[in-house]
């Protein structure tokens, strides 16, 4: 069974940069589309974006889009997430995902393969 490691998460300033990696230990994910997902702090987890098998399709949810990019290499095996013009709302533990649901798909049940996510902090 794949599990996914993300990466790259930590502490930034409102309006800075980060970029968060997602890895499988053990397998590959390049057979699936691929989703990044976040839960903040007394909120449930929530649809962040989403990528196609080979990269060439993605859809976001409202908040995320024109700051966030999911994005893909399937010959290093890894789901990234550029995320610009942070902001304090983004602060949240981020996941990725494998989807097993249909393509648009937007919560959590219709997404499989969590892993333990990594803390993104945003400071006012």
């Known amino acids: 069974q794949v599990q996914l490691v993300e990466s790259g998460g930590g502490v930034v300033q409102a309006g800075d940069s980060l970029r968060l990696s997602c890895a499988p230990s053990g397998g590959t994910f390049s057979t699936y589309a691929m989703g990044w997902f976040r839960r903040a702090l007394g909120k449930e987890r929530e649809f962040v974006a989403a990528?196609?098998?080979?990269?060439?399709?993605?859809y976001y949810t409202d908040s995320v889009k024109g700051r966030f990019t999911i994005a893909r290499t399937n010959t290093k095996n890894t789901v990234t997430l550029q995320m610009n013009s942070l902001k304090p709302e983004d602060t949240a533990v981020y996941y990725c995902a494998v989807l097993r649901g249909s393509w648009g798909s937007q919560t959590n049940s219709a997404f499989d393969y969590w892993g333990q996510g990594t803390q993104v902090t945003v400071s006012s």
């Open positions: 990528i196609s098998r080979y990269g060439t399709s993605t």
